[in-house]
Nanobody
Framework: QVQLVESGGGLVQAGGSLRLSCAAS????????MGWFRQAPGKEREFVSV????????SYADSVKGRFTISRDNAKNTVYLQMNSLKPEDTAVYYCAAPTVPYSYSEYQADFGSWGQGTQVTVSS
């Protein structure tokens, strides 16, 4: 099991930027891909982005492609989500997650067994 703690959420105006961080502990961080998901009010949780264990490959939801960037620092056991050009529709609770299986890559929530508590991002128009 890995413990995940997100930070960096907040209130920002449309067009602004935020950087989310997720600090991990409890397992060999560098052996696991890491993902970001989000859940808007009244909606199901959805995939945002994922990065491989080495950071060499990333994937994004179409809705954030070109605006969000995922990265990781294995020396700091931390994964980041840089969010630029934010829109009101990006308002959600953002969660980082680690898959159950090391060296596995997925965009599906069911493959992720460890979740953080979430951090609120609110974008005002």
């Amino acid at each position: 099991q890995v413990q995940l703690v997100e930070s960096g959420g907040g209130l920002v105006q449309a067009g602004g930027s935020l950087r989310l961080s997720c600090a991990a502990s409890g397992r060999t961080f560098s052996s696991y891909a890491m993902g970001w998901f989000r859940q808007a009010p009244g909606k199901e949780r959805e995939f945002v982005s994922v990065i491989t264990w080495s950071g060499g490959w990333t994937s994004y939801a179409d809705s954030v492609k070109g605006r969000f960037t995922i990265s990781r620092d294995n020396a700091k056991n931390t994964v980041y989500l840089q969010m630029n050009s934010l829109k009101p529709e990006d308002t959600a609770v953002y969660y980082c997650a680690a898959p159950t299986v090391p060296y596995s890559y997925s965009e599906y929530q069911a493959d992720f067994g460890s979740w953080g508590q979430g951090t609120q991002v609110t974008v005002s128009s």
